[in-house]
Nanobody, 125 residues
């Protein structure tokens, strides 16, 4: 069993940066793949980034992708997942969720068994 809690969200102007953190409980955190998803008002939850082990990262590849602007990382000694977000744009406004699980594709929300409560990120123009 893993419990997750996000922090670091807030309001930022376009072009600014935020660093999200996701603290996990449980001694098995290091054995799980972890990811970030986001959900904007009226839209479905979408994949942002995932990390299976240090050095194995995956980023969303849809239009307006986050790759090159966002960086996912994890510190297993601290049981913490991070998402560094730079060059934020208004389209990045959403509730950001961290997730953990034993996953295969890394990009499907259905594969993740554990979820945090979410943290709001608002980017003003």
């Amino acid at each position: 069993q893993v419990q997750l809690g996000e922090s670091g969200g807030g309001v930022v102007q376009a072009g600014g940066s935020l660093r999200l953190s996701c603290a996990a409980s449980g001694r098995t955190f290091s054995s799980y793949a972890t990811g970030w998803f986001r959900q904007a008002p009226g839209k479905e939850r979408e994949f942002v980034a995932a990390i299976k082990r240090i050095g194995h990262t995956y980023y969303a590849d849809y239009t307006g992708s986050v790759e090159g602007r966002f960086t996912i990382s994890r510190d297993d000694a601290k049981n913490t997942l991070y998402l560094q977000m730079n060059s934020l744009q208004p389209d990045d406004t959403a509730v950001y969720y961290c997730a953990a699980g034993r996953v295969a594709t890394m990009r499907s929300a259905d594969e993740y068994a554990y979820w945090g409560q979410g943290t709001q990120v608002t980017v003003s123009s």
